[in-house]
């Protein structure tokens, strides 16, 4: 998971523990943006999608301002295309590189 605070991917033991931490990350970011905090301007977004020979990927990212939206890509498609949801923006990337998203209320 991408954590805009150390403009570093880190890891995750599960995806629900991602979606739990990516989750708390979008929350504390958009009080950031409720409370206007000097900070949110040195926040990192997600680097440009990677270059990749035949190996498949896909992520999705919450654009935690004051509403929040989600977006997915992935090998076929790098450019971001919206979600209705997080729920629905980590069950496409888990589909996307064949993985059955855990039951888990991620919304």
């Not at 896909?58 to 977006?71: H, M, V």
Request: glycine fraction near 4%.
């Amino acid at each position: 998971m991408w954590n805009p605070f150390v403009s570093a991917y880190q890891p995750a033991n599960s995806v629900k523990d991602g979606l739990v931490r990516v989750g708390e990350l979008a929350n504390l970011i958009s009080r950031m943006w409720v409370q206007r905090h000097s900070k949110r301007e040195v926040l990192a977004d997600v680097p440009d999608a990677p270059a990749t020979d035949g190996q498949l990927w896909a992520e999705f990212r919450i654009n935690a301002s004051t509403f929040k939206s989600y977006d997915t890509r992935n090998d076929d498609l790098p450019a971001w295309a919206r979600a209705a949801g997080m729920t629905q923006a980590a069950a496409t990337t888990c589909a996307r590189v064949g993985y059955a998203l855990p039951p888990f209320n991620a919304a």
